[in-house]
C-alpha cells in the first residue's frame, strides 16, 4: 500500500482547513429541531393518552405564533393535543415531580414523568447536542444535563464514568474541540446540524428516541444524514442518570465517507486509508508532544509516535473507536490538551484503559454495566412469563 502524493495530502489538509475556516451548514437550523417534526411526533403520544382516556385528539392544529414554548424547542400546547395527565405529587418551578414513586419489586423509590415531561426532557438534551451548542456545554467542563454519577455508553467507543467525563466526550468530541487549540488537528468525526425525531416512547422515568441528525464532516466539507438510537434514564431532577446509544449504519457511514473522498481525490480508496493513516498519526503524535510532558509523557520523540502508530497499531475498524487502533486514538486526542493527566494515556501505546483490545466481543456483550437505576423493571405479576434466568428476564440491567 502507497502512501499518498504531496499533492494529495495537501488537498485532503486544505479541504479540511477550509470547512473549519467556514460556518457550519444549517447552522441557523441547528439550534432546534424542526416544529412540525415536534408536534407530529408529539402528538401521536397526545392521541394515544386521550384513546385511554376516551378523549378525542385533534391533529389539524397548528401552532400560534406567539407560543414561546416552540421558540425553544419545545411543543406546543396547540400541536400536541390535550396535555397528558400531571404526575401525582407537588411539582417545582421546572415543572419536575418532587415525589419519586416507588417500583414494588426493586425497593427503589424512582421519578415518574408524564409522556409530555420525558419527551421535553428529550428536546433538551438532543439541542444540546447541536453544534454550537454543543461547544457551550463542553465549556462548562461539568454539564448539568448529566447527574453527576451518569453511566453514559456509546455502542462504536466504550463506557463513561461520571459528569465530567461525558461532558467531555458527548460535547467536546463532537464539536472538534481540539482544532480551537492546534488548527492542523485532524479527525474524522463530525458534528450534528440540525435533527429529526423519527421514533419516540416514554415511560415513567424512560425515554426511547430514534433519532436523524444531520452531521457535517469537516475534512469533505459533507453534509449527511445519521441515525443515533438512545435509550436516557433520568433522576428525579430531569438530569440524564444513565444513557445508552447506538450509532446506526455506522459501518456503512465510513464506508461511504471514506469511498466519497477517494472519488473526490481521484484515488483508489487503499490509497486513502493510507494517507488517512499518515494524517491521524501526525496530528496525534504533534498532540502528544506538545501537551504529553513529564510525568505524562508518551513516546520519547515524534518518530518513535509515528513508528508506533503507522506500524505497530491498526487503523481499525468503525466499531473500534474503543479498541487499540489509531481510530481510538483520533477520539481521544480532541480531549488531550484540556486535561493532559486524565486523556494522554489514552492516545499512549498502553491506550490508558480506553483504546486496548480487552474485552473481548463476549466480554462486551455480556457486560452488565448499568447500576444507578433499573432500565428494566421486574413484573408486579407472579405469573409473569418472564422468569429469572430466561431469556427477556426482567428485572435490571439488561444490557
Excluded at 382516556?53 to 407560543?67: E, L, M, P, W
Excluded at 463506557?159 to 463532537?174: K, P, S
Excluded at 503524535?285 to 520519547?300: E, K, V
Amino acid at each position: 500500500m502507497r502512501i499518498f502524493s504531496l499533492s494529495s495530502l495537501t488537498l485532503l489538509s486544505a479541504l479540511h482547513s477550509a470547512a473549519f475556516a467556514t460556518e457550519p451548514l444549517d447552522r441557523s437550523e441547528g439550534l432546534r429541531p424542526h416544529s412540525n417534526t415536534h408536534g407530529r411526533r408529539n402528538t401521536q403520544g397526545a392521541r394515544a393518552q386521550a384513546q385511554v382516556q376516551g378523549r378525542a385528539v385533534d391533529t389539524n392544529t397548528s401552532s400560534s405564533d406567539d407560543d414561546d414554548s416552540d421558540a425553544i424547542g419545545l411543543p406546543s400546547a396547540a400541536s400536541t393535543g390535550p396535555t397528558a395527565p400531571l404526575s401525582t405529587g407537588s411539582t417545582n418551578p421546572s415543572g419536575m415531580p418532587n415525589t419519586a414513586s416507588k417500583n414494588v419489586d426493586s425497593g427503589r423509590r424512582l421519578p415518574h414523568f408524564t409522556y409530555d415531561q420525558l419527551y421535553n426532557l428529550q428536546i433538551k438534551f438532543l439541542d444540546s447536542f447541536i453544534y454550537p451548542n454543543n461547544q457551550k456545554e463542553a465549556q462548562k467542563i461539568n454539564s448539568t444535563i448529566f447527574s453527576e454519577n451518569v453511566q453514559g455508553r456509546v455502542d462504536v467507543t466504550r463506557t463513561f464514568d461520571g459528569r465530567e467525563l461525558n461532558t467531555e466526550y458527548i460535547y467536546g468530541l463532537f464539536s472538534n474541540l481540539a482544532a480551537s487549540t492546534n488548527p492542523d488537528a485532524f479527525s474524522l468525526l463530525g458534528y450534528a446540524t440540525s435533527y429529526e425525531i423519527v421514533h419516540f416512547a416514554a415511560s415513567q422515568n424512560i425515554a426511547s428516541a430514534s433519532t436523524r441528525f444531520n452531521f457535517t464532516f469537516p475534512f469533505l466539507q459533507l453534509s449527511v444524514p445519521v441515525i443515533i438510537d438512545t435509550w436516557n434514564v433520568f433522576d428525579a431532577q430531569g438530569q440524564v442518570t444513565m444513557y445508552d446509544a447506538v450509532f446506526r449504519y455506522f459501518d456503512w457511514l465510513f464506508s461511504y465517507l471514506l469511498s466519497t473522498a477517494a472519488t473526490a481525490l481521484h484515488i483508489t480508496e487503499a490509497e486513502l486509508t493510507a494517507s488517512v493513516t499518515q494524517k491521524l498519526a501526525a496530528s496525534i503524535c504533534d498532540t502528544a508532544m506538545t501537551y504529553c510532558n513529564g510525568t505524562n509523557t508518551q513516546y520519547n520523540s515524534t518518530q518513535s509516535c509515528m513508528t508506533f502508530l503507522t506500524q505497530e497499531t491498526r487503523l481499525g475498524q468503525p466499531y473500534e473507536l474503543g479498541r487499540n487502533t489509531l481510530l481510538c486514538r483520533m477520539v481521544h486526542q480532541n480531549m488531550v490538551p484540556y486535561r493532559p493527566s486524565v486523556h494522554c494515556p489514552h492516545i499512549g501505546p498502553s491506550g490508558g484503559g480506553y483504546c486496548d483490545d480487552s474485552p473481548d466481543y463476549n466480554g462486551t456483550v455480556a457486560q452488565n454495566y448499568f447500576s444507578n437505576l433499573p432500565f428494566v423493571y421486574k413484573s408486579r405479576n407472579s405469573h409473569s412469563p418472564f422468569m429469572p434466568g430466561s431469556v427477556g428476564t426482567a428485572g435490571g440491567d439488561t444490557s
